[in-house]
């Protein structure tokens, strides 16, 4: 499967790519950029940006530095947060109770991903 990148509209985009499950079984994978208000952005869930999808996403994004937030909504996407925290550091990371021990070197927010603080 190729990365891709979908423009919505209305300041939403849907990345999809590939995710090899057991070497085997491409099942694939998505993650969302979200522009807010605001004029920055957040990603729902996190995906290895590549090639032309990051191009697109850098330049959308300031090369990266308009992401204000990563929020990880489910677990699969966990192999790629510490990429996602390299690409971009000024971002939040949120995440499940799941997350900081499976990507332990990602400053991860103390606020949960479910709770009400982050909702």
């Known amino acids: 499967m190729e990365d891709k990148i979908y423009d919505l509209g209305s300041g939403f985009w849907s990345i999809r790519g590939s995710f090899i499950k057991n070497g085997i079984l491409d099942i694939g994978v998505q993650c969302a950029l979200v522009k807010l208000s605001s004029g920055r952005f957040i990603?729902?869930?996190s995906y290895t940006l590549t090639d032309d999808?990051?191009?697109q996403v850098m330049a959308l994004t300031n090369d990266g530095q308009d992401v204000e937030a990563v929020l990880n909504v489910h677990p699969f996407h966990?192999?790629?947060?510490?990429?996602?925290a390299?690409?971009?550091p000024q971002a939040t990371f949120y995440g499940s109770r799941r997350h900081?021990?499976?990507?332990?070197n990602v400053q991860w927010s103390n606020d949960l991903v479910e709770s009400d603080a982050v909702a």
């Open 43 to 45: 990603f729902l869930d």
């Open 53 to 55: 999808v990051r191009e």
């Open 78 to 84: 966990t192999v790629h947060c510490e990429q996602m």
């Open 86 to 88: 390299k690409d971009f």
């Open 100 to 104: 900081p021990k499976q990507a332990p």
